[in-house]
């Protein structure tokens, strides 16, 4: 089974709209980190926000947060005022333990932001 | 927040040859650092994961022999292709974690190889 699933390949979204990609994740460890990366057509990994499985609040990080229902397994990224810069593919990936080495990636949303 | 540079950022090489890239942690101190691929469109695939000092454990599938990881330092890892074939063309990221108990990994910019 798959760690982390992304079923949107593509998105777009109107300029300075709010936009939703989702993210579900499949763990047996009570102990999880979910994250989300931003990767821009240069190839650059940017790590956007992070939520830990004991978390109780949404983590926010500026223009991002993240919707943690756990019961639902689904992490998913909310862009609220999207701009043109934010076009790019998004990443959700999970760690298994708070010392885990190994990071499971999903296969990638891409946004795209229109004017 | 943490830096890591690799280089070259990209490389062609000819069918055969070995090509080396450099991956280092410039403000803190990798103690474990990461190999990931990543073909087009496609998402990261893990590929090996090397602590400083110690022998890398590779990924199911992924030829140890083949992609050479050597972790000198915790500021300094390298992947090594060697014998390079058309289809080791790919993005290739490396990425290290702060200490033992990081629970971030910070992501080079990657090295597009395209071998020839």
């Known amino acids: 089974a798959q760690k982390i699933t992304q079923t949107q390949p593509g998105m777009f979204v109107q300029e300075k709209e709010a936009v939703t990609l989702d993210c579900t994740y499949d763990?047996?460890?009570?102990?999880?980190?979910l994250f989300w990366y931003k990767q821009p057509s240069s190839g650059e990994m940017i790590f956007l926000i992070y939520q830990g499985s004991y978390d109780e609040q949404n983590a926010t990080e500026g223009r991002y947060s993240l919707n943690f229902q756990k019961a639902r397994k689904s992490a998913n990224l909310v862009i609220s005022a999207s701009q043109l810069g934010d076009s790019a593919m998004y990443f959700c990936a999970m760690r298994e333990g708070y010392t885990g080495n190994q990071f499971y990636f999903g296969t990638g949303t891409s946004l795209t932001v229109i004017p | 927040g943490a830096v890591v540079s690799q280089h070259p950022s990209w490389v062609i090489c000819k069918s055969g040859t070995s090509v080396k890239i450099e991956c280092r942690s410039l403000d803190f101190q990798a103690t474990t650092m990461f190999w990931y691929r990543q073909f087009p469109k496609q998402s990261l695939m893990l590929m090996a994961t090397?602590?400083?000092?110690?022998?890398?454990?590779?990924e199911q599938g992924v030829e140890k022999d083949k992609f050479l990881i050597n972790h000198a330092s915790l500021t300094l890892s390298t992947l090594t292709v060697t014998s390079a074939h058309p289809e080791d063309s790919s993005f290739y990221i490396c990425?290290?974690?702060?200490?033992?108990?990081?629970?971030?990994?910070?992501f080079g910019p990657g090295t597009r190889l395209t071998v020839t």
């Open positions: 990425s290290g974690r702060l200490g033992n108990l990081g629970y971030e990994q910070y």
């Open positions: 763990t047996s460890d009570q102990s999880y980190g």
């Open positions: 090397s602590n400083e000092g110690s022998k890398a454990t590779y």
